[in-house]
């Protein structure tokens, strides 16, 4: 398929077990961070990270022997290195200005044929690309990968009439047959299709939660199973997600929706979850969410 060498841009949450899952494919995988202020190991986001895919509860995201085809490195130094990657994925903070910086950075080294695509779970295709070279807008997708990367089969693959029609099959073979995703084909609409629904489920289980008087815990032991997810239920698939995610989400819908799109109305941020993002509640990554942490980190279930 013609992809030989991967960069992964960003190690955070989404990026980290990106890399971690192409590296478990037997691709050799880049894995590129900012430089942390003060910190002498200059690319100590990324080797934190690959220190704890090896550890991640309940089962490590990789293979210790996997581990070998990951190069942890940090974007000031190593941006020369992406010359030769086949497939680059940005996988970094949910800000379009940040986003577009990187991508004129990109577009300055990356191979002529080279595809990059953005994880982005809220920003549109068409403001990604907007005022970017043309043959790099035509090699850029939306690739979705959900979380955490390596059990879940879905991706959205978002594209436009300009995005070259080889790339998106490479990427879609690729992601099927090497990493064994269930590829769905979206078109740049706001909130692409999972995360459409989703805002639904968490707006509407905090409505009514709060309406009964229920507790979390009660409340996903009601509305997980229905809606597909039993093993966390909707609150603690935020806490997975990071709740700080979700005001980036409802704003670019909001943006985006048409005016009497009855979606609007969903896409408005709770007070409930704004005051827990100013308290540092982000969910697992944060001092724990609508569930509390355990000492690995890991979601308490009482
Ligand atoms: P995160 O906050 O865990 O990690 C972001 C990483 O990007 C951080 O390590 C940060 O230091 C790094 N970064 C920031 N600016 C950078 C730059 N200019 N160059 C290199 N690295 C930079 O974020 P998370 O949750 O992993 O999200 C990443 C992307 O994936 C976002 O676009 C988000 O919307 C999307 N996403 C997140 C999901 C989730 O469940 N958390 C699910 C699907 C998509």
Request: a neutral charge; proline letters at 6%.
């Amino acid at each position: 398929m013609n992809i030989h060498k991967v960069a992964v841009i960003g190690a955070g949450v989404m990026g980290a077990g990106i890399a971690a899952h192409i590296a478990n494919a037997g691709i050799p995988v880049l894995l590129l961070d900012i430089v942390p202020e003060g910190a002498t190991d200059r690319s100590q986001i990324a080797n934190t990270a690959l220190a704890k895919l090896l550890k991640a509860d309940p089962a490590p995201f990789m293979h210790k022997k996997n581990a070998r085809l990951v190069t942890p490195g940090n974007i000031e130094d190593d941006l020369p290195q992406l010359a030769d990657c086949d497939w680059i994925i940005e996988a970094i903070v949910e800000r379009l200005a940040i986003k577009q910086d990187l991508y004129r950075k990109l577009a300055a080294v990356r191979k002529a044929d080279a595809i990059i695509s953005s994880n982005t779970s809220s920003i549109p295709l068409h403001e990604l690309v907007a005022g970017l070279p043309e043959d790099f807008a035509a090699h850029f997708m939306i690739t979705h990968f959900f979380n955490p990367p390596r059990y879940m089969r879905l991706l959205e693959i978002v594209t436009s009439e300009q995005t070259d029609q080889d790339a998106v099959e490479k990427i879609s073979q690729f992601c099927d047959f090497k990493l064994g995703k269930g590829v769905v084909p979206c078109k740049d609409t706001p909130g692409f299709i999972a995360n459409r629904i989703g805002i639904f489920w968490i707006q509407t289980a905090i409505q009514e939660a709060i309406d009964m008087g229920l507790t979390v815990e009660e409340a996903d032991a009601v509305v997980g199973r229905p809606m597909g997810i039993p093993k966390t239920g909707v609150f603690g698939l935020s806490d997975l997600v990071g709740i700080d995610l979700m005001p980036h989400l409802m704003r670019s819908m909001n943006r985006s929706l048409p005016t009497d799109d009855p979606l609007r109305e969903k896409a408005t941020i709770p007070p409930l979850i704004q005051n827990m993002i100013d308290t540092g509640y982000t969910g697992r990554k944060g001092k724990g969410g609508f569930y509390r942490l355990n000492r690995d980190g890991g979601q308490k279930s009482k």
